[in-house]
């Protein structure tokens, strides 16, 4: 007997609060799996911790139950009632209801916890939850939330600085834009100007005003100006995921 088609479920317009409720779940699966499905407190805590989340959040008990139960509606979240019958517990359904693998359950968990992110960042908060190794593998997840339409960017994935965030914004909501992308600033290939639409032609003062070796110089320059701000983001998104690694530890300990 063959088994039953999975039901999708579209993830599209997905408010802000549904968004951050999802996200919590998924997330404490993957990282306290002990305390988890969650109580209806412990999911507001998760909500309104102070790590790990952008915006900082505020919301009360009445508003987390409020969007368990349209998340609920939605399919995307049961909830489970213990032996004593007296604490209601909530899991998430995700993986019954979509066909994201474990690395792009990570990848959508930490974009509807903190927003649009670079590619570094993104995948050392991801790695939290499960081992992304290196940054072709994100690439390669990326791409296929992509093309079911859960992800977006401001550029070509290959390309230096570039930022992602997830799709799921319903049209009415305000939400910060991606950077725009600017094809002359990124590091890969440089275009041609002689070819170069005029739109995004360089300006580029003559040889003999300049000089070739002040060129070089400010090319230099350039690049090694681009190499410091990768490390310091490689540095910062380190200390956060340690700030997230120690917070997780302090929860499984009671402190």
């Known amino acids: 007997m063959s088994e039953p088609e999975k039901e999708i479920v579209s993830l599209k317009e997905m408010p802000r609060k549904q968004r951050r409720v999802l996200g919590v779940l998924l997330e404490k699966a993957f990282t306290v799996p002990d305390q988890y499905p969650l109580t209806l407190k412990a999911t507001t805590t998760g909500c309104n911790q102070k790590n790990n989340r952008d915006p900082i959040s505020n919301y009360v008990e009445d508003d987390v139950m409020e969007t368990l139960a ?76 992509m093309a079911q339409g859960l992800v977006r960017s401001n550029g070509p994935l290959e390309r230096r600085g570039i930022e992602v965030d997830h799709d799921l914004y319903p049209l009415n909501e305000n939400h910060e834009p991606l950077a725009e992308y600017r094809a002359e600033e990124a590091d890969g290939p440089v275009v041609s100007s002689a070819n170069a639409p005029a739109a995004v032609r360089p300006t ?28 310091v983001a490689s540095v910062r998104s380190d200390f956060r995921a340690l700030e997230d690694r120690f917070e997780d530890l302090r929860r499984q300990l009671g402190g």
Do not use: F
């Open 204 to 231: 580029v003062r003559p040889v003999e005003e300049v000089g070739t070796a002040q060129l070089e110089k400010m090319s230099s320059l350039e690049n090694t100006i681009r190499e410091l701000r990768d490390e």
């Open 70 to 145: 349209a998340l609920q509606l939605r399919g995307l979240v049961a909830c489970l009632h213990t032996e004593s019958g007296r604490t209601e517990r909530y899991r998430h359904y995700m993986r019954h209801k979509t066909n994201l693998n474990e690395q792009q359950l990570a990848i959508m968990t930490e974009l509807m916890l903190r927003g649009k992110q670079q590619l570094g960042e993104l995948r050392t908060r991801a790695s939290r939850m499960v081992p992304i190794e290196t940054q072709e593998d994100l690439r390669r997840e990326l791409q296929s939330l």
